[in-house]
């Protein structure tokens, strides 16, 4: 605290990055990084602009990285929005499209930054419990079913919500998709469901982790004014270190975006990370080199964790979310953790006794499996 | 307009930043850029770090940057905070520490920026006259004098206050120093006589342009725990492209900034920016050597316009903001830029006569100052 401190500022309850740790030798599967690295092409056209150049300013309206995006997803570069990361992009998306009268809504185990932008910037929030299975419930985010489906949701959900009160009416959607932690993708159908039901305020579908595994909602652009799908490069472009994601929606919401930003930060994107980003969305065919190796460890790290008793939820995303029977999850981490191997754990209530782990290369995802049966063996 | 937007969004006035032409062969003086590229060491460390590593995140923290700039100004770690560019930075701060109940005050001829902060935060603000010298009259920001001084300030403004009323207490103060665009310094025991004055309120002081003819205000740091020194490495470390900004600061007002800034984007900075902006920090004797060569230029610079005829004002920046007796700032401007050089106009109350020209090469301002008497010649 300090009497410096506005009000807003000793009331924050800020987010909590995964631990990006300073020691060597770690089996590092914690933050759901690539276990590849970015396109030889990302890393040339970066070396290509490290040079005098970067004493100017870079175009603050990004349109070479925009036009790129936008021929990738056969959209204009007027339906592009980029931003540091898509935690900037969805920072923006709070302030000027989910802040409204009534509260946004989000599923009640999910990325837990939401709650975070909403203490920054004063917006109510209601969490909506997944079902048991941890999945998104459709009808609770279809306003006809509102009040009776939220009702059924608060009856599910643990302490997660921001109000006790059964509201019905939501101010602004957002979900990812698949979702996070749990990994679980919901189907194209079910998000149209969703954003075709709600006309009248913003959908944003937070799709992160989308290219693993689950279907992009950006085909709906030109459908749904109320439709924002927002993407990064960090996960399926190898490219966490380079602080670039994206929003795809009519070009409205996007001008809503380019205000905000424009009255916060004219150029987010320094002249590097424009090029890298450029070059690693126009080399699909590293990308999907990359991603496919990535699908295909993921199957054999969940069938070697089933095998060890795990629970493995269905994964649509670069990690699985899995939990044993009959171990805490705290202590599983703790184990791993001592044999060099970092996951993630969330001290939180239904998902306590998790681990989300980062698919790895094939040679990470086996070290996790032996060390995983030394921790059990060792703590049984 | 968007039915989507909320109320905020709607309300925006963004800044508009200085063009950043596409075409090639522009003798490009608008936007305060340093002349000459960043230090050879910046540009190896880059290159260091472009590597597979890219698909890792960035330390949060930024500690190792924190560090460099630590040692540079004998502070700790602790006294730092950095962000993607001081825009970022000053947002922070405008969001932190100066939103408070009373209203902020800045200079009336200052950063354009400011004012769009308030817009995005809701903070009421003060704009306070600046003297016919185009100077910071100290007088006007102690409270002790305020209320009379802010009645004299209201009688020279000329309506770039954000209310009419006479306020006498400020809920935070901001000023660059050299301020901006005018590139006149304020006396260090002046900024001091500020500070002191307001021990129960942040006073932010912007050293943009500092280290081009001004002292910092980072040697009071210890004594005044109400003081952020807010920089940028864009200017004097030729590095506008890599986006690097800092505050410098009490650990209480640091972390009041960490709160905010890890309640909205956990890695602003990636990490080629992080170490090139560590290796920017650490080469004293490159930047002195293209900062002393900025002067030398400023000089000549500023004798060439005043033999053509211009007022200069005293300049501590990388740039001279002038005028002509004889001829409209826009039109000579506009015949700049028919002559394929590009200088800073804004068409704004008591300034829309000066010129905003960026100190360039010799070549540069040769070429400029040519182009100066050619169109003095030809719209005479």
């Known amino acids: 605290m300090s009497r410096f401190w506005n009000k807003l500022v000793s009331t924050l309850d800020p987010y909590v990055p995964g631990e990006q740790p300073r020691i060597q030798n770690l089996v590092k599967l914690n933050t759901n990084e690539h276990p590849y690295g970015p396109s030889p ?8 602009h490290t040079n005098d150049s970067l004493r100017l300013y870079p175009d603050p309206t990004a349109l070479v990285l925009r036009q790129a995006i936008a021929k990738r997803f056969d959209l204009t570069p007027e339906h592009v929005f980029v931003g540091n990361g898509s935690d900037e992009v969805l920072g923006h998306a709070f302030h000027a499209l989910l802040k409204q009268d009534a509260p946004v809504w989000f599923p009640d185990i ?9 203490g920054l910037y004063q917006i109510d929030f209601r969490a909506i419990a997944l079902d048991d299975q941890f999945k998104i419930c459709v009808n609770d985010y279809l306003p006809a079913l509102g009040a009776e489906a939220v009702l059924g949701s608060a009856n599910r959900a643990l302490g997660a919500g921001a109000s006790s009160s059964v509201v019905a009416r939501a101010g602004g959607i957002i979900f990812p998709n698949p ?9 194209l159908a079910d998000v149209e469901r969703i954003i075709a039901a709600n006309p009248n305020i913003v959908v944003v579908v937070d799709e992160a982790y989308v290219d693993f595994g689950a279907q992009t909602a950006a085909t709906l652009i030109e459908k749904y004014p109320n439709l924002l799908v927002v993407r990064t490069l960090s996960k ?9 994601g ?3 929606g009519q070009p409205e919401l996007i001008q809503g975006l380019d205000r905000v930003k424009n009255s916060f930060n004219s150029y987010p994107l320094d002249n590097l990370a424009l090029a890298g980003a450029t070059a690693a969305i126009e080399d699909e065919e590293y990308f999907e080199t990359t991603r496919n190796a990535v699908l295909h460890s993921r199957d054999a790290l969940t069938v070697g964790l089933q095998s060890l008793g795990f629970e493995v939820l269905p994964s649509a995303a670069n990690f699985v979310f899995a939990r044993h029977p009959d171990y805490k999850g705290a202590d599983l981490a703790a184990g791993l953790r001592a044999k060099n191997i970092i996951v993630r754990h969330f001290n939180k209530p239904r998902i306590a006794d998790f ?7 094939d040679a990470q995802c086996a070290q996790l499996l032996t060390a995983c049966r030394e921790v059990l063996t060792a703590i049984k």
Chains 1, 2 share one sequence.
């Not at 092409?41 to 290509?48: D, N, P």
């Not at 399926?236 to 670039?244: D, N, P, W």
């Not at 681990?355 to 290369?361: E, H, K, Q, S, Y």
């Open 41 to 48: 092409k990302v890393l040339a056209a970066i070396a290509a």
């Open 110 to 118: 999910t990325y837990s930054f939401y709650p975070v932008y909403c």
């Open 179 to 187: 979702n996070a932690p749990t990994g679980c993708a919901s189907p």
């Open 236 to 244: 399926s472009h190898s490219l966490a270190g380079l602080r670039v």
């Open 246 to 248: 994206y929003a795809l």
């Open 355 to 361: 681990l989300r782990i980062t698919v790895g290369t």
